[in-house]
T-cell receptor, first 115, second 113 residues
Framework: KAGVTQTPRYLIKTRGQQVTLSCSPISGHRSVSWYQQTPGQGLQFLFEYFSETQRNKGNFPGRFSGRQFSNSRSEMNVSTLELGDSALYLC??????????????FGPGTRLTVL | AQSVTQLDSQVPVFEEAPVELRCNYSSSVSVYLFWYVQYPNQGLQLLLKYLSGSTLVESINGFEAEFNKSQTSFHLRKPSVHISDTAEYFCAVSDFGDDKIIFGKGTRLHILP
């Protein structure tokens, strides 16, 4: 089975722009979670989608949004980029919800740099 | 609310020496416990997990972790580390019946030659 894929792998944007990141989960997985990873804050939960519905949301401003399509692929969007949004954005998929005994399978991440 | 504490942000250890990475969680309700590993420039991958049964769980590469309910801990150990174990290790917890998983801030393991 193919693993979780994320595109693009690297992205450079300037302040004020917006960006869309994509995540394709493992085939058959219905849950997709997004995390922001920075050296100072570690791994912070952004949101989780399950069967096209947002199930959970972390403490991030409304500039961060996401969606999930019927094939379970997910996108996250960040509008009005700020310097502090520079981070590694990780996507993870699991068969059921993230908060269960299921293993989460992570993609390699998208490294976003905001100049 | 559940929280996870990894007290050590970095742990240096000599090759072939033993290591323990500490993890404590806040809630005493029934939990699922996980250790994930992130090698340089890669995503996280599951190292081992505790769901129920024996409190000692092992991974295929020699790591083990012991669930201690009274101390709300799930420390990760390896009796002899190798240079290839250089990575960042994340402890994670999920409460029964909750649909969230909470990660610790990670511990970076440095293997010294």
């Amino acid at each position: 089975k193919a693993g979780v894929t994320q595109t693009p792998r690297y992205l450079i944007k300037t302040r004020g722009q917006q960006v869309t990141l994509s995540c394709s989960p493992i085939s058959g997985h219905r849950s997709v979670s997004w995390y922001q990873q920075t050296p100072g804050q570690g791994l912070q939960f952004l949101f989780e989608y399950f069967s096209e519905t947002q199930r959970n949301k972390g403490n991030f401003p409304g500039r961060f949004s996401g969606r999930q399509f019927s094939n379970s692929r997910s996108e996250m969007n960040v509008s009005t980029l700020e310097l502090g949004d520079s981070a590694l954005y990780l996507c993870a998929s699991s068969q059921t919800t993230s908060g269960s005994s299921d293993t989460q399978y992570f993609g390699p991440g998208t490294r976003l740099t905001v100049l | 609310a559940q929280s996870v504490t990894q007290l050590d942000s970095q742990v240096p250890v000599f090759e072939e020496a033993p290591v323990e990475l500490r993890c404590n969680y806040s809630s005493s309700v029934s939990v699922y416990l996980f250790w994930y590993v992130q090698y340089p420039n890669q995503g996280l991958q599951l190292l081992l997990k505790y769901l129920s049964g024996s409190t000692l769980v092992e991974s295929i590469n020699g790591f083990e972790a012991e669930f201690n309910k009274s101390q709300t801990s799930f420390h990760l150990r390896k009796p002899s580390v190798h240079i290839s174990d250089t990575a960042e290790y994340f402890c994670a917890v999920s409460d029964f019946g909750d649909d969230k998983i909470i990660f610790g801030k990670g511990t970076r393991l440095h293997i010294l030659p």
